[in-house]
């Protein structure tokens, strides 16, 4: 689970990592009492769950009253766009004031895990701010990535070494090691996925700053996290996502135009490779479990066509705890429910595969049954060319 800039800064200062201070609107005369209350010059960001904020225009610092005022009407209300959060954007609905600091270096900080080495990675850089996508392209030896042994936990020399790769000055070495160390327990504490800092600042009287801050917890440790649980917004949740977790569904909203119903997120992948493969492009991914009954598929239905890039429907199915015919009766009853309008290809294999067969090809229905999932992929592919 993502969270707000703000939010995590709530975290990091539980953890004695420094930031500016601050504090949060959603109204432009909200926004003008925080910024005199701190006094100017002061910062206004927009907090949307995406980075890239400052190149899309949500980030703008303001040195008088009228600034302050223009940056707020400006952020506020904006459909802001960065590379993460597509061409579809998100809209801002509260703003971040915080201080104006004095920017003496930027550098950058993140903690990861690696599941290659079984380890938890440090990634810093002396080059901080919002070209690092661009350092890590063009001068990747300018990337420091440090493991961790999760069982040990961070060590003296895990500091030097990110200190030294960074080259930071060394009057400022005990303050960073205080700061990393915090966050690298912050980071094992509340079960992260990742926490970015970026850019960390070295600030023109020589302290350590977080100017930045973005967190993502492992949703699945939430019961752990109460406090984490109540900082969800609902605003910037995927409509059709949210909308599919109600039913018990997990989906997710991708790019393509080949929409897809597959029982177990290993096969799901699966069957987005081979619609790959084939040539087309998956429209989602959508899990809806060996438990599928005809409700959920019928969800399933509304969820996929609900989405005007869709041309085709590939249902792929093995059935084990989920029966084929009990499966094909859903997707028959589904279909005539929904109206279906799309051409919709199905492959299954498993228990009673061959009375499945049966019903669909008796349902009236423009079903069509693929022997296996290379076949089905290539139909569906066909489909939406």
Same mark, same amino acid.
């Given at each position: 689970?993502?969270?707000?800039?703000?939010?995590?800064?709530?975290?990091?200062?539980?953890?004695?990592?420094?930031?500016?201070?601050?504090?949060?609107?959603?109204?432009?005369?909200?926004? $003008?009492?925080?910024?005199?209350?701190? &006094?100017?010059?002061?910062?206004? $960001?927009?907090?949307?769950?995406?980075?890239?904020? &400052?190149?899309? &225009?949500?980030?703008?610092?303001?040195?008088?009253?009228?600034?302050?005022?223009?940056?707020?009407?400006?952020?506020?209300?904006?459909?802001?766009?960065?590379?993460?959060?597509?061409?579809?954007?998100?809209?801002?609905?509260?703003?971040?004031?915080?201080? &104006?600091?004095?920017?003496?270096?930027?550098?950058?900080?993140?903690?990861?895990?690696?599941?290659?080495?079984?380890?938890?990675?440090?990634?810093?850089?002396?080059?901080?701010?919002?070209?690092?996508?661009?350092?890590?392209?063009?001068?990747?030896?300018?990337?420091?990535?440090?493991?961790?042994?999760?069982?040990?936990?961070?060590?003296?020399?895990?500091?030097?070494?990110?200190?030294?790769?960074?080259?930071?000055?060394?009057?400022?070495?005990?303050?960073?090691?205080?700061?990393?160390?915090?966050?690298?327990?912050?980071?094992?504490?509340?079960?992260?996925?990742?926490?970015?800092?970026?850019?960390?600042?070295?600030?023109?009287?020589?302290?350590?700053?977080?100017?930045?801050?973005?967190?993502?917890?492992?949703?699945?440790?939430?019961?752990?996290?109460?406090?984490?649980?109540?900082?969800?917004?609902?605003?910037?949740?995927?409509?059709?996502?949210?909308?599919?977790?109600?039913?018990?569904?997990?989906?997710?909203?991708?790019?393509?135009?080949?929409?897809?119903?597959?029982?177990?997120?290993?096969?799901?992948?699966?069957?987005?490779?081979?619609?790959?493969?084939?040539?087309?492009?998956?429209?989602?991914?959508?899990?809806?479990?060996?438990?599928?009954?005809?409700?959920?598929?019928?969800?399933?239905?509304?969820?996929?066509?609900?989405?005007? $890039?869709?041309?085709?429907?590939?249902?792929?199915?093995?059935?084990?705890?989920?029966?084929?015919?009990?499966?094909?009766?859903?997707?028959?009853?589904?279909?005539?429910?929904? $109206?279906?309008?799309?051409?919709?290809?199905?492959?299954?294999?498993?228990?009673?595969?061959?009375?499945?067969?049966?019903?669909?090809?008796?349902?009236?229905?423009?079903?069509?049954?693929?022997?296996?999932?290379?076949?089905?992929?290539?139909?569906?592919?066909?489909?939406?060319?």
């Amino acid at each position: 689970m993502k969270i707000h800039e703000y939010q995590a800064k709530e975290l990091f200062r539980k953890y004695n990592v420094p930031t500016p201070e601050g504090g949060v609107s959603d109204s432009v005369a909200g926004v $003008k009492d925080i910024a005199a209350e701190l &006094g100017l010059p002061v910062a206004v $960001k927009a907090q949307i769950h995406a980075g890239g904020r &400052g190149k899309g &225009g949500g980030v703008k610092l303001a040195g008088t009253d009228d600034e302050v005022t223009t940056a707020a009407d400006a952020i506020l209300g904006m459909t802001l766009v960065t590379k993460q959060t597509g061409p579809e954007g998100r809209v801002v609905k509260k703003v971040l004031v915080e201080k &104006g600091v004095g920017i003496q270096k930027e550098l950058y900080l993140s903690i990861i895990p690696d599941r290659e080495t079984a380890c938890i990675t440090i990634v810093a850089s002396q080059d901080g701010g919002m070209d690092i996508e661009e350092v890590a392209e063009k001068s990747p030896e300018r990337i420091i990535k440090v493991p961790v042994n999760p069982v040990t936990g961070i060590q003296g020399y895990h500091l030097r070494q990110v200190m030294f790769g960074i080259e930071l000055e060394k009057p400022l070495m005990k303050e960073f090691s205080a700061v990393l160390r915090n966050l690298y327990n912050l980071f094992v504490d509340y079960d992260c996925s990742m926490v970015e800092i970026n850019p960390l600042i070295v600030t023109d009287d020589n302290s350590i700053v977080a100017l930045d801050a973005k967190m993502d917890i492992d949703s699945n440790a939430l019961f752990r996290h109460p406090d984490v649980m109540e900082m969800h917004d609902p605003n910037e949740d995927d409509p059709t996502e949210a909308e599919a977790a109600k039913f018990g569904l997990n989906y997710i909203n991708l790019d393509g135009n080949v929409g897809n119903m597959v029982n177990g997120a290993g096969l799901a992948m699966a069957t987005m490779d081979i619609i790959k493969q084939a040539g087309a492009e998956p429209a989602n991914f959508l899990d809806v479990g060996g438990g599928a009954n005809a409700e959920m598929v019928e969800n399933g239905f509304r969820l996929i066509l609900s989405d005007p $890039k869709v041309k085709g429907i590939l249902i792929n199915i093995f059935g084990g705890i989920l029966r084929c015919d009990v499966l094909a009766q859903g997707v028959v009853q589904a279909a005539k429910k929904v $109206k279906l309008s799309l051409p919709v290809v199905v492959r299954m294999e498993g228990t009673n595969v061959e009375e499945g067969r049966r019903i669909l090809a008796e349902s009236g229905l423009e079903l069509i049954n693929a022997t296996d999932l290379a076949d089905a992929a290539g139909k569906v592919a066909g489909i939406v060319a």
